[in-house]
């Protein structure tokens, strides 16, 4: 019987289609590229390098973002993220387009399946800092989310 963990990185690996051990390098090599140009943008000065270094990991970015400093946005499937033109978002805010909330076998089968769902930030919103913004939200143009 597969560990909860074990199951957690199958399924990442199916989605992109990796399979077997070069897959399993792949993947891990995709991770770490990724999370070192995540940390990288988390703490960069400017908040223009931070933008192109998260697209540089596939979040779609429009002009003039403003990233603050600690923003976070999906570890594992960034490409999911879509953050338009003169957006602003807080000092760190968090964005994730999945959620896989258990490590219990049983609630990951039964009842808490990994799931994916794009976020999308609409032209001219605002997003306050410290900001948690899940999978499968839609944030409308020039909105205001001041949640965290």
Known sequence: MEEPEEINEREVMEYYGYTGSLGVIIFY?????????????????HYGISAK????RGVKIGK?????????????????????DY?????????????????SLYLKTKYY?????????????WIAPGSIILAGTTIGENSVVAAG
């Open 29 to 45: 090599f995709r991770y770490l590229t990724s999370w070192i140009l995540q940390t990288m943008a988390k703490i960069c000065p």
């Open 53 to 56: 270094l998260q697209r540089m």
């Open 64 to 84: 003039h973002v403003y990233l603050g400093p600690g923003v976070q946005l999906d570890d594992l499937y960034p490409e999911l993220i879509t953050i338009e």
């Open 87 to 103: 957006v602003s978002i807080g000092m760190g805010t968090m964005i994730f387009a999945h959620s896989n909330p258990t490590c």
């Open 113 to 125: 399946p990994r799931d994916l769902k794009p976020v999308t930030v609409k032209s001219g919103a």
